[in-house]
């Protein structure tokens, strides 16, 4: 008699890292509870795993209390809103989901004896005064800055994972994530990927923050998600970076936009935004040497197919508008999160 297959919880699941991680935990044989309100997330993203019956989907937000009928063998929590214009416009819903949403499922994994994963991110090092950074470095963070939503959020949510650690002595683990592109991203959330991208497709010249020279070093999605995926099966109980640690400018990154696309985009310039970090690239050490994991999909590789998914939803969008039926579905499925 075959054994029954393990049971993961992914709260934030139809989010861009959310939905890429449910698609490996079922290609590895998991069966998979997707937890999500939609807030930032999208039905779209998880609308292919409709008819797997080993699927399933829960619109609950986490920031309120819950439960799941068990077993339940995993809980990661990757659910937060977590990009520039969230930061401005759902700062509330981040401390929140951040404080509350980590209790609440941090409770559904004790109650079940789940291991625990936490999707945290480099942000907790805010604008570094350490470069590369590494796992033991505190951060520079403003705590009452229009980015400190965010950044406290996950600062907090790590603190209390580890409270729940030697408290409960419960198996946890953190992943701290640096920048991350790859299919099924918001088109319009703020983020420097997305944004040159869809500038770029659509003729725009493409906003550049600052002179161009801070820098970022960007992972493609699958590459991460195998990093939290290793994590997860891991023994490691410390914080974990994953991410590209090949830096770039932010002015080289639109030049290699513009090339990929084809665009011909000039660019524009405007004011650096206050407390945005001069610098960011993960020191991966701990990761090679814990998890035998480093990335491996190239920035032009990854860019073209984040490209060919930009442009094949902006094509989906142009034929919507010219059809009144199309149009009409597209709208309502815009006031219920699905695009």
């Not at 401005?88 to 404080?99: C, D, F, I, M, Q």
């Not at 996950?154 to 994530?177: C, D, L, P, Q, S």
């Not at 290699?256 to 524009?268: C, F, K, P, Q, Y």
Request: hydrophobic share 40%.
């Amino acid at each position: 008699m075959s054994a029954s297959p393990p049971v993961s919880v992914v709260a934030g699941g139809a989010g861009f890292v959310g939905s890429h991680l449910c698609d490996r935990l079922l290609a590895d044989g998991h069966r998979v509870i997707c937890v999500d309100n939609l807030l930032t997330g999208r039905r779209d993203n998880v609308a292919h795993l409709a008819d797997e019956p080993r699927f399933t989907f829960v619109d609950q937000d986490i920031s309120e209390p819950f439960t799941l009928d068990g077993p339940i063998d995993h809980v990661l929590n990757l659910a937060s809103p977590a990009s520039p214009i969230d930061y401005a416009k759902l700062p509330l819903e981040t401390l929140r989901v951040g404080a509350f949403g980590t209790q609440h499922t941090l409770e559904l994994a004790r109650a079940n004896g789940a291991r625990y994963l936490l999707a945290s991110t480099s942000e907790v090092y805010g604008d570094p005064e350490e470069h590369p950074q590494r796992e033991s470095y505190w951060g520079h963070v403003n705590p009452i800055g229009p980015r400190s939503c965010y950044d406290e959020a996950k600062r907090f949510a790590e603190a209390m994972v580890m409270a729940y650690r030697r408290t409960y002595g419960m198996e946890t683990r953190i992943v701290r994530i640096f920048n991350t592109y790859g299919p099924r991203m918001r088109a319009e959330d703020g983020r420097v990927v997305p944004a040159f991208i869809q500038q770029a497709l659509t003729g725009k010249p493409l906003t550049v923050f600052g002179e161009g020279q801070q820098t970022r070093a960007f992972c493609y999605v699958s590459d991460l998600v195998d990093g939290i995926v290793r994590l997860l099966h891991s023994d490691e109980t410390e914080p974990v970076n994953i991410g590209n640690p090949a830096e770039m400018t932010i002015l080289a990154f639109a030049q290699t936009v513009i090339a990929l696309t084809d665009a011909g985009s000039t660019m524009v310039y405007k004011p650096l935004p206050e407390d945005d970090p001069k610098t960011r690239r993960p020191d991966i050490g701990r990761a090679r040497a814990v998890l035998d994991w480093q990335p491996t999909v190239d920035l032009e590789t990854g860019l073209a197919r984040t490209i060919d998914d930009f442009r094949h939803r902006l094509e989906a969008r142009d034929a919507a508008a010219d059809d009144p039926a199309a149009d009409r579905a597209v709208a309502t499925a815009d006031r219920s999160g699905d695009v």
